[in-house]
């Protein structure tokens, strides 16, 4: 049973930083892409984040980049997302997700695999 399980998320004000973490077991994601997946009250689940399993092509969400760096470690089955400069529109739960195949797709129908979610909350 593969499992994603994320860690990290909490209350910070604005301008600070958080890192989320994303543990795979089950299987490793060694062919697989990953993304992190962002949800507000009342919005529609957006990828903020994709990498490939290789981390050589990787895809930022206008609204985060420069901001936001994802990252992996495959020797830990790790997915990490590195959040700089928070802002509070980048409040909402965030879903680590893989999905089998090696491209860096961001519409959520072609992820699989799901965690249960991390909130971040970002005050002013």
């Known amino acids: 049973q593969v499992q994603l399980v994320e860690s990290g998320g909490g209350l910070v004000q604005s301008g600070d930083s958080l890192k989320l973490s994303c543990a795979a077991s089950g299987r490793t994601f060694d062919n697989s892409a990953m993304a992190w997946f962002r949800q507000a009250p009342g919005k529609v689940r957006e990828c903020v984040a994709a990498?490939?399993?290789?981390?050589?092509?990787?895809y930022y969400a206008y609204n985060v980049k420069g901001r936001f760096t994802i990252s992996s470690d495959s020797a830990k089955n790790t997915v990490y997302l590195q959040m700089n400069s928070l802002k509070p529109e980048d409040t909402g739960t965030y879903y680590c997700?893989?999905?089998?195949?090696?491209?860096?797709?961001?519409?959520?129908?072609?992820?699989?695999?799901w965690g249960q979610g991390t909130q971040v909350t970002v005050s002013s």
């Open positions: 997700a893989g999905r089998d195949g090696v491209a860096t797709l961001i519409a959520a129908k072609f992820y699989q695999y």
């Open positions: 990498i490939s399993r290789s981390g050589n092509s990787t």
